[in-house]
């Protein structure tokens, strides 16, 4: 394996992490896959543990979500009993039977959209894969068994899950309902008081050769027995399931089939969790996806999918790390978790928050422009007619939340105007997307949460972009935009909270979406609002400079009663890094000043004895002005002063944007996710899974450096853009004059060279970037001008040759 710690490491072609801990032990937290397609998911651990759910991840779960990660407990398992003995256990490490006796080591595979568990016991191998219909709301757990002792063998095999059908079992359990598909067999289940989905069935299914021979439950109280558990449940001490279901019960669906085993023989056992909005969807579910053909079909669907979407852009770098991240962990985390499933092992959200999917939509330009384009089209759609947005809101029906925070709106048209630089497609500025309607904010709350009604205006997309450019154009004593109740950082929300307070981060980030809309405006003939977007760019520009510059670096914000956040007069948080970033990132920050302002960064925020970027110091502690819920995170931890990926990895473009790649590449080495669990020592402090990024790493003893969330975060689809854009240099335009790739590195001085492939369309460009004496570029052996490669949709394959000038010594040296 690479990158071997002791507990797991990535298989050779890097599509699969594999756990594989010796001597019995586990990493020590949860190490997690997240299988989903847009509808539907589940989380899975490394020993098993799972919880699934159908449209919304917090409202509909299937099955509990614990959210313990010591136990790791779940509500779904499958048991393995021995007929003539009575001995139990599991294809999984959980939860582990009382009569557990082998101690033969659980392997698992987590890969693209599927895991995989295998374990030997008793003379018997079994080998069980987890995935998710690419396109229906069916989880299917396949069981592989093979007698690999000397004689027959009769067994049973037990799929068990515990029902939710709501929020919390235990709300929802007294209103659970099941029974036995008088037409197909199947478990359903219904919970009839739900306010939104009272109709939609779930059920759990079965598909082996003796199926007719399986028997059922649906209470849970018989299953467990008094006083019992999971572990060693009663029904596994009985010979067959009773059958019992209906209304009244505690409610829960167990499958039991007989297997007999001749020495050398496989047997395939398939498990099926599902929902359907109907009883009559439901039925169609179970029958569509009966037999092995149709499961073996289901699961080539995952494969293939995952093969073309990871294949759009595939790097060849001498840092194998970075391979491995770009390659594919950190498009799967942002598209499967992020934008599909919203939920991870910590956070079982369920809703879309109005920046935080814009923003990974934004990473998938190169991979999946058609996803940006369906959500800017669902995000306009929560915008009220004000110009403001819902912070978030939970699908299906739509309620959530309306804030007086600053930034959600803005990300809007910065959106908008990525995807149609990257894809030309001038058709969704047109689209026609209804307004909602609701009361303001009171003056004295942050937020409010309902359901929203829709309004009877409706404008295009390229409006709705104009009316939350307009909404932002408010500013407070010194010329900066308001705060609200939160920028970015929502735990500031008292900075601004009476009205007056200003962020110095949002009006950087405010000046980078006016130069990129007016030039969207230009290219939509809106000659007027350009103008304007630009006057008012070079305005809050100089408004910035006048006010926000605190002598070493710029300050964060102002509070309402005009005391300065961010400043070394402060006795907390004196420097935050993302005022410094945008400050470059925005391309207003004066660059005497920003390049200064980066160095404070490097100086008061990069800890590279603990391999982590704070985002403020020093961290909040009562000791001055109250700025927001951020202080009642313990110093060190999350946004108060620990590592906010999200916020480092902007840290790193900002680098990578002045042209500093020494210090690009090393922030990029101190929070690549792979660089904390190269080994066991580093795993015991970590903790956390390291194939994918965490949202946050602890800066206090003594939990420096370990990782917080995990999984569900905005930062892995930056870190993406950082090492794919930033770093290697890779943009795409298109325009009316066709499409275009440039290939710009900020390459470590000691590289010799990366090469990479990019996928346009139907057609593939092979890129070696080398050294050479001179700079060039050719295409299918031809020398081009410039340094943009005209790309075509030929179907094809071309290649390409980009040479930079070799670095002089001192570059080298510096590098």
């Known amino acids: 394996m690479i990158f071997d710690n002791g507990f797991g490491g990535f ?7 594999v756990i594989a801990p010796m001597a019995g032990r586990r990493p020590p937290a949860p190490w997690v896959n997240v299988l989903a397609n847009p509808r539907f998911g589940t989380v899975v651990s490394e020993a098993g543990s799972a919880y699934t759910w159908c449209e919304n991840a917090h409202e509909l779960r299937l099955t509990p979500w614990h959210n313990d990660p010591v136990t790791d407990a779940g509500g779904e398992l499958i048991y393995l009993r021995d007929e003539e003995s009575g001995e ?5 490490s959980l939860p582990g039977a009382a009569d557990e006796g082998d101690a033969v080591p659980y392997l698992t595979r987590h890969g693209f959209g599927y895991s995989v568990f295998e374990h030997d016991a008793r003379g018997i191998h079994g080998e069980l894969t987890m995935f998710v219909a690419l396109d229906a709301a069916v989880k299917f757990s396949v069981l592989v068994l093979r007698n690999d002792s000397d004689r027959p063998r009769r067994l049973s095999a037990t799929g068990y899950v515990e029902w939710v059908l709501g929020d919390m079992r235990a709300k929802t359990a007294p209103h659970v309902s099941t029974e036995i598909a008088k037409d197909n067999g199947a478990l359903y289940a219904r919970n009839p008081f739900s306010n939104d989905f009272g109709d939609w069935i779930a059920f759990f299914d079965v598909d082996d050769s003796d199926r007719a021979l399986a028997t059922v439950t649906g209470d849970r109280t018989e299953f467990i027995g008094r006083n019992g558990s999971l572990g060693s449940p009663a029904a596994l001490r009985r010979r067959h399931l009773s059958g019992r279901v209906g209304a009244g019960l505690d409610p829960c669906a167990a499958i039991q089939v007989p297997i007999d085993l001749a020495p050398g023989q496989t047997r395939e056992i398939v498990f099926r969790l599902g929902m359907g909005r109907s009883l009559d969807e439901a039925g169609q579910l179970v029958q569509r996806f009966r037999g092995s053909a149709a499961q073996r079909e289901a699961l080539e669907a995952v494969h293939a999918h995952w093969r073309h979407t990871l294949g759009a852009v595939q790097v060849n770098t001498p840092d194998v790390s970075l391979n491995l991240l770009a390659n594919g962990w950190l498009v799967y985390q942002t598209l499967a978790c992020r934008m599909w499933a919203r939920s991870g092992y910590y956070q079982s959200g369920g809703a879309y928050g109005f920046r935080d999917q814009l923003q990974d939509a934004m990473a998938l330009v190169h991979t999946r422009p058609e996803v940006l384009r369906e959500h800017l089209l669902l995000c306009a759609s929560r915008q009220f007619v004000e110009g403001d947005v819902q912070h978030w809101w939970h699908p299906p029906a739509g309620r959530g939340v309306r804030t007086r925070i600053s930034d959600d709106f803005l990300w809007l048209p910065l959106a908008l105007c990525r995807y149609v ?10 689209e026609s997307v209804s307004f909602l309607e609701g009361r303001p904010v009171p003056p004295a709350d942050d937020s409010y949460y309902d359901l929203p009604q829709r309004s009877n205006q409706i404008a295009d997309l390229y409006q709705h972009a104009v009316r939350a450019v307009l909404h932002g154009m408010r500013y407070g004593a010194h010329g900066l935009p308001l705060m609200g109740t939160g920028d970015w950082n929502d735990g500031m929300n008292e900075v601004g909270h009476h009205g007056r307070g200003e962020s110095v981060w949002l009006g950087f980030f405010f000046c980078d979406v006016l ?3 007016a030039s969207l405006a230009r290219r939509h003939a809106d000659e007027p609002f350009a103008q304007r977007c630009d006057a008012e760019r070079e305005q809050l520009a100089v408004r910035l400079e006048a006010n ?13 009663d005009g005391t300065a956040l961010g400043s070394q007069d402060g006795v907390e948080c004196q420097i935050d890094s993302i005022a410094q970033s945008w400050a470059v990132l925005s391309g207003v920050g004066q660059t005497q000043r920003a390049q200064r302002a980066m160095d404070a960064v490097a100086a008061r925020l990069v800890r590279p004895e603990a391999r982590l970027v704070q985002l403020l110091d020093p961290p909040f502690d009562r000791r001055g002005p109250n700025p927001g819920y951020i202080a009642g995170y313990v110093p060190g931890v999350r946004e108060n002063g620990g590592q906010y990926t999200h916020s480092a990895v902007w840290a790193a473009m900002a680098f990578a944007a002045l042209g500093d790649a020494a210090r690009a590449w090393w922030l990029m080495d101190l929070i690549n996710p792979l660089h904390h669990g190269r ?28 990782g917080g969330w995990s999984w569900y975060t905005g930062s892995a689809g930056w870190m993406y853009r950082l090492i794919v854009e930033s770093l290697l240099g890779v943009q795409l335009e298109v325009g009316d004059d066709g499409a275009w790739l440039r290939v710009r590195p900020c390459m470590p001085a000691d590289w010799p060279g990366f090469a990479l492939t990019y996928r346009f369309r139907d057609t593939q460009y ?22 943009a490669v005209a790309l075509v949709n030929d179907g094809g394959t071309h290649e390409v040759r980009v040479r930079l000038v070799r670095p002089g010594p001192l570059a080298a040296q510096t590098g």
């Open 548 to 560: 926000a510059w605190d002598g070493d670096w710029y300050r964060r914000a102002y509070f309402d």
């Open 766 to 787: 092979h890129v070696q970037v080398e050294r050479a004496d001179a700079a060039g570029l050719s295409v299918d052996g031809v020398a081009s001008a410039g340094d």
């Open 11 to 17: 298989a050779p072609d890097g599509r699969e992490y």
């Open 421 to 430: 630089n990257a894809t030309h497609d001038s058709g969704v500025l047109g």
């Open 679 to 706: 080994t066991a020592e580093e795993v015991a402090t970590y903790k956390i899974e390291p194939y994918v990024v965490a949202a946050d790493v602890y800066s206090v003893a003594p939990h420096t450096g370990r």
């Open 515 to 517: 130069r990129q809309f």
């Open 88 to 92: 139990v256990w599991h294809p999984t």
